[in-house]
């Protein structure tokens, strides 16, 4: 079947014959154009002079006389304009609706409004009576500040469009509308008086806008221009309710475009097979098309290939799309350009960005009222990390021998090991050792120093340059050259500029136009497969055709009224809503189906995929509508679904095999085994084996705020620090004394935490609080117990018979602290920063209970009195193994000596209390230590059982602390 554009070819050469030279050729876009040129070329058995072919906005800004303006100036532009009348205006705001309003006045130039009726209907008189129209008989509108606002806007929008048409016209510039307008409203002159061509044809087109619909008119009336429709009988007078057809049915009825050409039955009368696939997400829709071409081009003749076209509604697929060709396929063209936020480029800019505005200032500590910056280090660490800054690492930090650290590798260990939440530039640079690439990355960006920060990015590009030399990848290469010249261009409007850019809005103006840079691709553009966007289809042809994203939403787009002119103005004054974008949209849906025979159509079908769930209603209506229209289609619908493969259950628990059960063995016999490592063993027998079997480590990284870990060993340090200095001498500290231990042990411990701000600062002083709060109490106490020991490691010896068999096991713990009361009891005393009181007191003091308790209870406060018992039992078995325990050059002796223990907990820092759980009555040591060896030789005796394998618990409770639940997958 002939294309439309070899229609147009043929037309053209049969009214022409070979005399083209004085013709032009006006089609909707550049592809387009170059197709056009090869119809005729095929078209044609002898040499002729080219007629000039082009796209219509090249075609408009060739004749008018007015230079089309880049982006970044007319941004720029825009602002001065509004700043003459509005003296307050923040560019940083501006930037926030600045690309809407461009986009606003570029409408209303190209749709020929008339401003002065728009304005007057904007008003606040005429808006207000409108509005009054639509409330309940007796109801007014009442006046506020908001209604004041919104109608200085548009008072605004007004002066604003006059004074920046005017400044722009001084210069000889203009926006893309504004340069329509100009031809529009000047085509006598500027058009329709030049003599250097004969006629211009005007294919491909659907909906004009009024600009263009003035200028094609009036070449048409005089003679010197004729439109070549492609258009289908379907939707122009078949089935009229169809959107694809409106605009064209309305030209078709003015006949101000002369005879119509063409109108054909490609849709009621060819045959197509169509089908439809629900595919679970979107990217999983390239993987699809990928697949769907593969097997089409096997069954081709390689020498007679089909044309194809893959075209997405969605142009963020174009690179999984790539990446899901075929890798013989190598004979493709791309039509649409990748965008540079789609480059790992991108990521670095915005990394670096990030890090600069995410600066903390903190006032120096030798008193001076001077505030440093300082860097965060997750940003640290996000720049650092970045593939770019590793590749930079690899091909030019590589030290000589694997065993020195790079200058990164050690910069990354400094701030998770020393906890640095926050850097100075002078200790990242210090840790960079003077390198360019610390000096580039980490130098402070200075408030408003615009020309600092793109020469920072210079700079930066320097350096990638050695990245890319190995990197190898042409892509990311362009993208490099790309922002390059995005850069200076962006430097040369700046130094035209006097304003002070803040980094905010500079960074927020940089990657508005870096969302607008696009990397365009050059391929052979005659490839039998075409990878396109739905605008680049316009006027182009294809026997097979591959949609992807054919979901609401997507295609038609929602309906989105982005735009600062309200919908009932845009209806009134002629300016296109999203009726009239649906409605272009369904023409181009149609049109592409018009002369394809083997039709795919891929959407998401799942609602919780991004742009998923509703397939697109053009489905349905081809479903429903077109293929009673045209008994010759043949619709399936297919759903893609990840294939079920039989997969065995396997088990999540760890078997004691015969060398699991010498490890355990030689950690018993090593190690030991502490109050802490048998509470985790019985809350959790997965964590036990992960932590203290096979030695995994929990993974470090840099805490901002102070967890009630860290307080409860900042507490415990402190503490031991003042019974070392004060209480084991017998001496009170004073308050000053006791803070000045406590900031030290913070700053020892955690020098990397900042408590001059935020929770942290709360949680010091809430810290510093109880302390005080319980050394008072402690002092005021009368009497007082005399304290012995702080934090005292106690370890012994056992063998002990396990499954058989005679193992030697080490017991050790260390206590908070050991105290000595009046009457001759010795108290082993833990510090708790949290609740220790157990719930249901009545089962602790149950006699038969308690060793139930002991042995299986898995609750976090039936640890603390676990932990609260082994040190009991250590107390009295190194009495009975050393003839007494010596403390403080005193010996305690076996047998004399009752033990007891209990807790400091610093919720209630005045209260003792004391273990509810007693193994023994009164003083028998021998009972107690027997009790405890029988209990202990349970508990091991089970982690020694074969027949008991290291599993998960089920109380998911134990799992909201743990450190491997990512192994476990919980």
Request: net charge negative; proline share 4%; charged share 25%.
């Amino acid at each position: 079947m002939p294309s439309f554009l070899n229609q147009v070819a043929n037309h053209i050469l049969e009214q022409n014959g070979t005399e083209l030279d004085r013709i032009s050729i006006v089609v909707p876009t550049r592809r387009a154009a170059f197709f056009v040129m090869q119809e005729l070329a095929n078209n044609t058995t002898k040499a002729i002079i080219s007629p000039k072919v082009e796209a219509v906005d090249d075609f408009v800004e060739g004749i008018c006389t007015l230079e089309i303006e880049d982006p970044v100036h007319l941004f720029f532009e825009l602002y001065e304009t509004f700043k003459e009348i509005d003296p307050d205006v923040q560019f940083d705001r501006f930037m926030g609706w600045a690309s809407v309003l461009l986009s606003d006045l570029d409408k209303i130039d190209q749709y020929l409004v008339k401003t002065d009726y728009l304005f007057d209907y904007l008003s606040e008189a005429k808006a207000i009576t409108r509005w009054q129209e639509n409330l309940p008989e007796g109801k007014t509108l009442k006046n506020s500040g908001g209604t004041k606002q919104y109608f200085t806007l548009f008072e605004n929008i007004k002066t604003v469009y006059s004074t920046f048409r005017q400044r722009l016209f001084e210069k000889g510039k203009a926006y893309r509308g504004m340069a329509y307008r100009q031809l529009a409203e000047d085509v006598d002159t500027l058009l329709l008086q030049r003599t250097d061509n004969d006629k211009i044809y005007f294919a491909g087109f659907n909906a004009f806008t009024e600009s263009e619909k003035r200028i094609v008119t009036a070449l048409v009336k005089k003679g010197r221009a004729e439109v070549l429709w492609d258009t289908d009988r379907y939707y122009m007078s078949e089935n009229t309710g169809v959107e694809a057809g409106k605009s064209l049915r309305e030209y078709q009825a003015q006949k101000v475009f002369g005879t119509w050409n063409w109108t054909d039955d490609n849709l009621l009368t060819t045959k197509k097979n169509i089908t439809v696939y629900g595919v679970p997400n979107a990217t999983l829709q390239t993987k699809v098309a990928g697949q769907l071409y593969a097997a089409m081009k096997a069954h081709d003749i390689p020498d007679q290939p089909i044309s194809t076209a893959i075209v997405l509604a969605d142009e963020n697929l174009l690179t999984p799309m790539l990446y899901s060709l075929d890798e013989e396929i190598k004979d493709f063209n791309i039509t649409m350009g990748l965008s540079l936020r789609n480059s790992m480029l991108y990521t670095l800019i915005d990394s670096v960005f990030e890090l600069q505005q995410n600066v903390v200032e903190f006032r120096n500590k030798d008193g001076r009222n001077v505030r440093i910056p300082k860097f965060n280090h997750k940003s640290i660490s996000k720049v650092l990390n970045h593939p770019f800054i590793r590749h930079y690492e690899h091909a030019v930090l590589r030290p000589a021998t694997t065993e020195i650290n790079t200058i990164i590798q050690e910069t990354l260990w400094q701030i998770t090991d020393g906890n640095r939440v926050f850097l100075s530039s002078e200790e990242l640079l210090e840790l960079g050792q003077g390198n360019v690439l610390f000096e580039t990355l980490f130098k402070h960006w200075p408030r408003n120093n615009s020309k600092l920060v793109i020469q920072t990015f210079y700079n930066l590009i320097d350096i990638l340059r050695e990245v890319y030399k190995e990197y190898k990848n042409a892509l990311e290469t362009e993208y490099l050259y790309l922002f390059y010249t995005l850069l200076k261009q962006f430097e040369q409007t700046l130094e035209d500029r006097p304003e002070i850019i803040t980094l905010k809005t500079l960074r927020s103006f940089m990657f508005e136009l870096i969302r607008q840079t696009r990397i365009p691709f050059s391929g052979e553009p005659i490839s039998s497969l075409q990878i396109l966007g739905m605008l680049e289809t316009r006027a182009l042809d294809f026997e097979r055709i591959i949609i992807l994203s054919v979901n609401e939403g997507t295609i038609p787009q929602a309906k989105r009224q982005n735009s600062l002119i309200p919908f009932d103005a845009a209806q009134a004054v002629g300016l296109p809503t999203h009726q009239h974008q649906e409605a272009v949209m369904s023409y181009h849906f149609y049109r592409l189906l018009q002369r394809a025979s083997e039709i795919h159509m891929l959407y998401t079908s799942t609602n919780d995929a991004p742009g998923g769930g509703e397939k697109s209603r053009f489905i349905q209506q081809i479903e429903f509508e077109l293929a009673q229209y045209n008994p010759e289609i043949r619709i399936q619908n297919k759903t893609v679904s990840f294939a079920k493969k039989p997969s065995e259950e396997l088990s999540e628990d760890v078997p004691k095999d015969a060398a699991m059960l010498a490890a355990i063995r030689r950690y018993l016999s090593g190690k030991g085994i502490y109050p802490t490592h048998l509470n985790e063993l019985i809350r959790c027998s997965m964590q036990f084996y992960l932590k203290h079997i096979v030695g995994v480590k929990e993974a470090e990284d840099v805490e901002e705020e102070l967890g009630m870990d860290k307080i409860g060993t900042w507490i415990h340090a402190s503490l031991e620090k003042l019974d070392q200095d004060f209480f084991l001498h017998e001496k009170d500290p004073t308050e000053d004394q006791i803070k000045i231990i406590l900031r030290d042990e913070f700053d020892r411990l955690f020098r990397g935490y900042i408590t001059d701000l935020g929770l942290n600062k709360i949680y010091y002083h809430v810290g510093e609080q109880q302390i005080l709060s319980f050394i008072r109490h402690q002092i005021s106490q009368q009497p007082r117990r005399k304290i012995l020991a702080a934090e005292q490691p106690l370890r012994t010896t056992l063998t002990l018979n396990l499954q058989n068999e005679d193992t030697i096991v080490h017991v050790g713990g260390k206590i908070d602290r050991i105290e000595l009361s009046g009457d001759h009891t010795l108290y082993v005393m833990d510090y708790k920063t949290g609740s220790v009181e157990l719930t249901g007191k009545q089962k602790v003091a149950d006699p038969e209970r308690r060793e139930e308790i002991i042995r299986t209870d898995p609750d976090r406060k039936a640890g603390y009195v676990r932990q609260l018992w082994l040190y009991e039992y250590l107390m009295y078995r190194k009495m009975q193994d050393e003839q007494g325990l010596t403390i403080g050059g005193k010996t305690y002796e076996f047998g004399q000596y009752l033990v007891r223990s209990g807790f400091y907990s610093f919720r209630d820092p005045t209260n003792l209390i004391a273990n509810p759980l007693e193994l023994t009555e009164g003083l028998d040591a021998a009972h107690f230590i027997q009790k405890s060896e029988r209990l202990l030789t349970e508990i091991l005796d089970n982690l020694l059982d074969p027949e008991i394998p290291f599993r998960k618990t089920d109380d998911l409770n134990v799992c909201t602390y743990c450190d491997f639940t990512g192994i476990c997958g919980r």
